[in-house]
């Protein structure tokens, strides 16, 4: 009886996992697609204004789009991690 208890607790802490990291995947995919839709559009202003002093090269502009685009992702994942290791 306490064998077949602490294996539903674990399905059950399981399952509980998956949704919080589904959760946290939706959200990040949300805040990753807001970034990449506002670089492409910085990009666009950037090629449209090609020789105004002052901008960043194309090369800069990338490179804050992927840290921007990525950082949901690992944000959301540190998190997850903290609370694993919270209930441990």
Known sequence: MQQQNLQDGRVRRTVNDVVMA???LVQATIESATAIGE????L????AGAGNAGEDSLQ???QRIRSRALE??????GYLLELRRGED
């Open 60 to 62: 800069d502009t990338l």
């Open 72 to 77: 949901p992702y690992t944000s959301r994942f």
């Open 44 to 47: 666009g202003r950037q090629i």
């Open 39 to 42: 670089g492409i559009n910085a």
């Open 22 to 24: 589904e959760m946290f």
